[in-house]
């Protein structure tokens, strides 16, 4: 079998490129990870199709010209994919410990278990909520405090306080499931947005509801 890895943090993170053996005979794959690299302010902000789009022929022309591999981008398709809606909060995020608990508690127990990371906080003598997670093998849920993550990874510092609520599809099966397809050239942002909606409102508006009526 053959192997190449390239990581380079300048248009993308990881490249691999390899063969591998189906039945009689072998195939050739390539894999990359893709995230939002702003110099200032890493995925803060996230990308429009459009920008991410425009972001794949850089990443073709860069791998040309620095490594000279040519590759066709016409029929990339995703294996994983991550959409979340950042906001600013009010007051620190584990302010809000109990309220994001009881979204986790409330999604269906497909999901799995809870897991939740706190810091301790030597100052006020205390642990702080930063992390939220659940899922599966196909979908993960997370709500995280994005201030605290942005400053512990040497990215940057911002005043205001943020939150990130993010759905992550984990194989190509639940995307294509999701969206009927996984062809980036295929994806709008339309279609991003109305998933994310959707998902918000049936797994925490709608569960939430069931809840207040049941309590």
């Not at 192997?3 to 990881?14: A, M, P, V, W």
Request: include cysteine.
């Amino acid at each position: 079998f053959a192997k190449l890895k390239i990581t380079d943090n300048k248009y993308f993170g990881t490249f691999f490129i390899g063969t591998q053996k189906r039945n009689t005979s072998y195939i050739l794959y390539t894999r990359m990870d893709i995230t939002v690299q702003d110099r200032n302010y890493g995925n803060l902000c996230n990308s429009t199709m459009v920008q991410y789009k425009e972001r794949l022929i850089q990443i073709q022309q860069y791998l040309s010209d620095e490594y000279g591999i040519i590759v066709d981008i016409s029929e990339l398709r995703l294996s994983t994919l991550e959409i979340n809606c950042t906001f600013e909060i009010k007051h620190y995020f584990h302010k809000y410990h109990r309220a994001l608990n009881l979204m986790m508690y409330n999604l269906p127990d497909t999901y799995g278990k809870i897991s939740e990371y706190k810091k301790k906080d030597k100052t006020n003598v205390r642990f702080e909520s930063e992390t939220f997670y659940r899922g599966n093998q196909r979908m993960q849920i997370k709500i995280y405090d994005k201030k605290r993550q942005l400053h512990d990874a040497g990215i940057c510092s911002i005043d205001q306080h943020v939150m990130r609520i993010e759905f992550v599809l984990k194989t190509a099966a639940k995307i294509k499931e999701v969206f009927g397809t996984n062809k980036v050239n295929l994806f709008t942002d339309s279609m991003i947005t109305d998933f994310y909606n959707y998902q918000f409102n049936k797994l925490f508006v709608h569960k939430y509801q069931i809840w207040r009526q049941h309590n």
